[in-house]
């Protein structure tokens, strides 16, 4: 299995099974294991995001809720009490072995609404480039049912696509996609790849297989989160999370499920701001700066002859060159209004100019050129 080797960054959900016991306390000597089981891959250079689950678990207990079904607001209030000490197990694991963990909570909105969207990302790319481990849960205090991401299969596939991530792995209790339900047919088999999430597919995860597994998502959320994963050009590794080390454990060929990437994380964001946004507003540029992007650049504010439109930071913008011809679309870094203030101006204006600065008009990650502007570059 080359994925897990070979991803430059790999977010890695927990399910509540794994870690906190039936007594209701976090399992610490699975935690250690696993653990150990990331460092290693941090020593080869390649960044990890844990997505986990236990609050509402970690909670009840802390709440004397017992193991009765709980209300929507009761579920928040346990996620409440649970949180914290979810965090303090995952630091308790994580700091013997020098590795600083963050918490980052995030509700639906924060992976849809584009401004969010980006802050969201900014945080999480700080933290990696400083070496940190996010570990990432719902939002669970905040959340209303309709933003709800409702479970956290799902949540791990928009963190993959937020960070661009190459890898998911959905750590349960179960070893994978099987072709039927393998507690009552025995003729069921585990089915290793997934190149396409064809209909046949997705049927083989409903039924009764769907429930399979104790957490919140059964295997349909987890065959959902590897659509969202696919479309955004990450792997997704499905595999029992139950024995020792069991990322080393897929690696060296442990039963699991692969749902192949159909993209690459840089291409599938490219064709989302190139296609799937109505620009906002449009920037004019000059012929120099028309060059710069063709070649890979940064629009910087010194190349824009003109900003049409009201658009918000964050927003899509077109980009056109002073002959009316759009060279590609990008995510602005600016209001409308300021981006107007700051047009023509070098870098070292914007500051003293706006009080702020957030770099260039458009960051070339940003920036997707239409096809002829790629092909003439
Ligand atoms: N956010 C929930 C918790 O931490 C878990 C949701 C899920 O496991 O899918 O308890």
Not at 38 to 65: D, N, W
Not at 79 to 92: F, I, K, P, V
Not at 147 to 161: H, K
Request: hydrophobic share 50%; glycine share 10%; aromatic share 2%.
């Amino acid at each position: 299995m080359s994925e897990l080797a070979a991803a430059r960054r790999i977010v890695v959900k927990v399910g509540s099974a794994l870690l906190v016991g039936p007594d209701g306390a976090a399992h610490s000597a699975w935690l250690a294991d696993f653990a150990a089981d990331l460092a290693r891959l941090r020593a080869r250079g390649q960044q990890v995001l844990i997505v986990s689950s236990g609050a509402v678990a970690l909670g009840r207990r802390r709440l004397s809720l017992g193991r009765r079904a709980l209300t929507l607001p009761e579920k928040q209030a346990a996620a409440a009490a649970g949180q914290s000490a979810l965090m303090r197990a995952w630091e308790e694991a994580l700091e013997p072995l020098g590795i600083t963990c963050a918490q980052v909570l995030l509700t639906r909105d924060d992976t849809e609404v584009r401004r969010r969207w980006l802050n969201a990302r900014a945080t999480v790319e700080t933290l990696l480039s400083l070496g940190v481990v996010p570990v990432v849960n719902e939002n669970d205090t905040v959340v209303t049912e309709e933003i709800r991401v409702g479970d956290n299969d799902r949540l791990s596939a928009r963190v993959a696509q937020l960070v661009g991530a190459e890898a998911l792995v959905l750590l349960s209790d179960v070893e994978g996609l099987f072709t039927a339900d393998p507690r009552r047919d025995p003729t069921a088999t585990l089915i290793a790849r997934v190149p396409r999430l064809t209909p046949q597919i997705e049927a083989m995860a409903g039924g009764a297989n769907s429930a399979a597994g104790v957490g919140t998502g059964g295997m349909a959320t987890k065959l959902a989160a590897a659509r969202i994963a696919q479309a955004a050009g990450c792997a997704t590794v499905i595999t029992l999370g139950t024995r020792p080390s069991p990322l080393a454990a897929v690696e060296a060929g442990a039963a699991a499920t692969v749902v192949e990437a159909a993209t690459s994380p840089k291409a599938a964001y490219k064709a989302w701001i190139a296609g799937s946004l109505a620009p906002a507003g449009a920037l004019v540029i000059d012929s120099g700066a028309a060059m710069a992007v063709r070649r890979g650049k940064s629009l910087l504010a010194a190349g824009v002859r003109a900003v049409e439109g009201q658009f918000d930071k964050g927003d899509a913008v077109a980009i056109r060159d002073e002959t009316g011809r759009e060279i590609g679309r990008g995510l602005i870094r600016y209001v409308a209004d300021h981006a107007r203030r700051i047009c023509g101006l070098q870098s070292a204006a914007i500051e003293p100019e706006l009080g702020y600065t957030s770099g260039p008009m458009v960051h070339a990650d940003d920036l997707a050129l239409a096809a002829h502007a790629e092909a003439a570059g």
